[in-house]
């Protein structure tokens, strides 16, 4: 009994947190078509900043937004 509450801790656990690391910034979802289009450096890095994005880096995520024009 103990190792199935346990288990079944460990999985909610789990199931909650990958939930969690998948929600978006708040400032992002706000974001305007202008917006993206005039992003800075510093709006990057502060909106991206714990986010796989930052691996496009700045370039990357114009050249993606270009393309989606």
Same mark, same amino acid.
């Given at each position: 009994? =103990? *190792?199935?509450? @346990? #288990?079944?801790? !460990?999985? !909610?656990? *789990?199931?909650?947190? #990958?939930? /969690?690391?998948? !929600?978006?910034?708040?400032?992002?979802?706000?974001? /305007?078509?202008?917006?993206?289009?005039? *992003? /800075?450096?510093? @709006?990057?890095? =502060?909106?991206?900043?714990?986010?796989? @994005? =930052?691996?496009?880096? #700045?370039?990357?995520?114009?050249?993606? @937004?270009?393309?989606? =024009?």
């Amino acid at each position: 009994m =103990k *190792i199935h509450l @346990v #288990l079944h801790f !460990q999985n !909610q656990m *789990i199931s909650s947190s #990958l939930y /969690t690391s998948f !929600q978006a910034n708040p400032e992002l979802l706000s974001f /305007t078509k202008k917006d993206w289009e005039e *992003i /800075t450096e510093d @709006v990057f890095k =502060k909106v991206f900043k714990n986010s796989a @994005v =930052k691996r496009t880096k #700045l370039e990357g995520l114009r050249r993606n @937004v270009e393309f989606l =024009k």
